[in-house]
């Protein structure tokens, strides 16, 4: 997946300006003096504005200002409106004191900062341009700071527990940017004045601990993570509800229902994600913009129902029974950046091996990094299936009406596109979705248990598969079917779609190319009753289809066999399972509805639902819940047939919307899939048919292909 990072660059190198010990040599007393200042400004500006934004959730979480955009900090419905034009006025002062003491003539700070990042886009070549850049920039990065740790809550007021949670983060929040970035700034000012001369701060000793002797910065972000576990912890009640109505991470409940382990959850998704490396990217643009560009960054996927809440879902197949259904939780990919333009945009997106993604195929267990898809002695040795196979996550377990199937989705070539504007991107992916028979209605993948709670990173043992019994690292959890792993595949023996069904996934963070109802076909769908979506090629019912150019692309033929010419039943379109019509969402699920009828009937035993509160079991009777049907429900009982639920299906047009960004970005997919060999599976998930993938990311930008050195946005100062 493909991350577009801030604009950073440099018409003018400041290198060129940097000494061996990353020193000016002709700086003036001025110069020092106008660097200070702005340091003192920006800093003071930051704090006041993550304050402002902090005070209009407050209010607004009392329920007094619904309309208003709290992390929007300047503009029309925003924070800076609400508080009656603070925002703006502390703009206008910083400018104001900032422009006394510095001029045109600076031109050694001017070179410092040679081109302001998006939104801002222009060349900095006044101080007017700098001090305006920076200005805003603050603030935009204030806002973006703002959704991701405070959320934009749509039921207001919140509870008294949901309040006094959300207000400790916030108050922690305002802290820690305060105080990294106003220690920083008096560190460099300080640093400056004793050099006599100004210093890079990707040079300086500013830019880690020993800038910050004291720990000011390290124990303000750790009163984070202390305001979490004194407000949102175990002692606070909070359930998972809350957590979505504040729109907060929400991490796993606890068995009594409350959340005694949301706070490990919260850490990681608020505080390590989020706080700590925006807030010191915060200070860092203060002091310089120097033109670096990141060369990889972490993948990381969030199911919605794990170590935060998200819109993440998944839905499948014409039946409506595999849609809304729940990926794994912390799955981690990545990419390599490369060819960027002067702004680290239009970058080149490629398969990032380094996370451990990619698997030899006659040894699950070894990891390869290199000649991917091809044959390689070397990483691979051994006979069979010596090839290096990068995956789209660990094996996917589904159950669809009580199907169970388990899914390995590898990648069958690099990735392809470009960035374009800020957090935005195109990714085609080409995978291959390798489909098995589950191991069991509650385990369809192998897992990856031991004792204790898992968690993503620990240890186990492989259950189920070609790898049972053998020791395994925990690489996701599945909110549903528990903790999987690359070391645990599934058995080659239950295989029923030979070398995978051929899937085109074009990602993007804003709306997905559609799939359309063109495959309606009058001797076989009623288009009265619904449309059809996808068929098959002709050259390879492995690759579905919504036009011939989905078939162009795999050399397989031409799109939409007639029916009278079709082996099977399973590979012709079909239309969705409504009984007269499917109606359209209220709920921003775009490109997904709700049939009218039929209302389907699930066994309601607490631990076997899905983490959305939906059921795995259909059922007509309570009989159909019992261990007569269903042994291998934990405890023997399913519970009853109570759970009422209406049927899901796709509109004639298969949409979906992305949402750019750093942190919480949403990519989204619509596609077709095609049908496996065994027609159980395909009569209950619904294949051929339509797909739509909606998925929450997070990234972890680097400086350096090893990993070592995280980029900290938008500059990257601290990039060697």
């Not at 809304?324 to 702004?343: I, P, Q, R, T, Y």
């Not at 006659?362 to 070397?378: L, M, Q």
């Not at 619904?530 to 002709?538: A, E, I, N």
């Not at 009937?601 to 639902?609: F, P, Q, V």
Request: proline share 5%.
């Amino acid at each position: 997946m493909k991350h577009t990072f801030y604009r950073l660059v440099g018409a003018v190198a400041v290198a060129s300006l940097v000494g061996a010990a990353g020193i000016a040599q002709a700086d003036t007393a001025a110069d020092i003096a106008c660097h200070s200042a702005i340091g003192k400004n920006v800093s003071k500006l930051q704090a006041t504005l993550v304050k402002n934004m902090v005070g209009c959730h407050k209010a607004r979480d009392k329920g007094g200002l619904n309309s208003t955009d709290c992390n929007k900090v300047i503009g029309t419905n925003s924070a800076d409106i609400e508080s009656g034009g603070k925002n703006s006025a502390a703009i206008s002062a910083a400018v104001a004191a900032m422009t006394a003491v510095c001029t045109d003539a600076n031109a050694a700070v001017i070179a410092l900062y040679p081109n302001c990042p998006s939104p801002e886009s222009h060349a900095n070549t006044t101080m007017d341009n700098v001090l305006q850049c920076l200005t805003k920039l603050s603030a935009d990065y204030v806002g973006k700071l703002g959704a991701t740790v405070l959320g934009n809550p749509q039921t207001e007021p919140l509870s008294k527990a949901e309040g006094g949670c959300k207000g400790a983060v916030a108050k922690a929040l305002s802290k820690a940017i305060k105080t990294d970035s106003g220690t920083r700034a008096k560190c460099m000012s300080s640093l400056e004045k004793t050099n006599g001369a100004l210093v890079t701060y990707g040079s300086s000793t500013c830019i880690d601990g020993a800038g910050d002797p004291k720990g000011k910065i390290a124990g303000a972000i750790t009163a984070v993570d202390t305001g979490i576990d004194g407000k949102c912890g175990a002692a606070s009640l909070l359930t998972k509800s809350n957590f979505q109505d504040m729109d907060f991470c929400s991490g796993t409940l606890g068995s009594a229902g409350n959340n005694a382990a949301t706070a490990v959850g919260l850490h990681t998704c608020i505080t390590k994600r989020a706080v700590a490396p925006t807030a010191d990217g915060l200070a860092a643009l203060i002091f310089e913009l120097p033109g670096k560009c990141a060369v990889a960054a972490d993948v990381i996927i969030n199911a919605g129902f794990g170590q935060k809440h998200s819109n993440t879902r998944l839905d499948t197949g014409f039946t409506g029974l595999g849609q809304d259904v729940d990926v794994e939780d912390n799955s981690l990919g990545g990419v390599k950046l490369s060819g960027c333009n002067a702004f680290c945009e239009d970058c080149q997106v490629r398969i990032d091996s380094h996370n451990g993604y990619c698997r030899c195929g006659n040894s699950p267990t070894t990891k390869c990094f290199n000649n991917i898809e091809t044959a390689d002695a070397t990483e691979c040795p051994g006979g069979g299936d010596n090839v290096c196979h990068c995956m789209f996550g660990p094996p996917l377990a589904l159950n669809a009406g009580g199907t169970p199937a388990c899914v390995v989705n590898t990648f069958s070539g690099d990735f392809t596109g470009t960035t374009q504007a800020v957090g935005e991107y195109n990714v085609t992916t080409r995978t291959n979705a390798i489909v098995y028979t589950g191991e069991s209605l509650f385990a369809p993948c192998p897992t990856c248990s031991g004792a204790g709670t898992p968690t993503v990173g620990g240890t186990g043992t492989c259950h189920g598969g070609q790898q049972t019994g053998a020791a395994c690292h925990i690489d996701a959890i599945h909110p549903d079917f528990g903790p999987v792993s690359f070391d645990c595949q599934p058995s080659s023996g239950k295989n029923v779609s030979g070398t995978g069904l051929k899937l085109a996934l074009a990602f993007t963070s804003g709306d997905s190319p559609s799939v359309n109802a063109t495959i309606n076909n009058a001797s076989f769908c009623d288009t009265s009753a619904g449309p059809c979506h996808c068929s098959v090629c002709t050259g390879n019912t492995n690759v579905a289809c919504n036009s011939t150019a989905d078939c162009t692309a795999f050399g397989a033929g031409t799109c939409g066999f007639d029916v009278t010419t079709l082996s099977g039943v399973d590979q012709k379109p079909k239309q969705n399972q409504c009984g007269t019509v499917c109606m359209a969402n209220t709920s921003p699920d775009d490109g997904m509805g709700t049939c009218d009828d039929p209302i389907d009937n699930y066994c309601d035993g607490a631990s076997i639902l899905r983490a959305s509160g939906r059921g795995i079991l259909t059922c007509f009777t309570n009989a159909d819940c019992t261990p007569a049907h269903h042994s291998d429900c934990p405890g023997g009982d399913c519970g009853n047939c109570t759970l009422q639920l209406p049927r899901s299906c796709f509109l004639p047009a298969v949409t979906a919307t992305g949402t750019p960004g750093i942190y919480n970005s949403e990519g989204v997919s619509a596609f077709c899939t095609g049908p496996t060999s065994n027609s159980g599976i395909n009569d209950a998930g619904g294949v051929p048919g339509p797909g739509r993938v909606k998925l929450d990311f997070d990234f972890n930008v680097w400086c350096d292909a090893a990993h070592t050195k995280q980029f900290q946005l938008p500059g990257g100062s601290n990039c060697p």
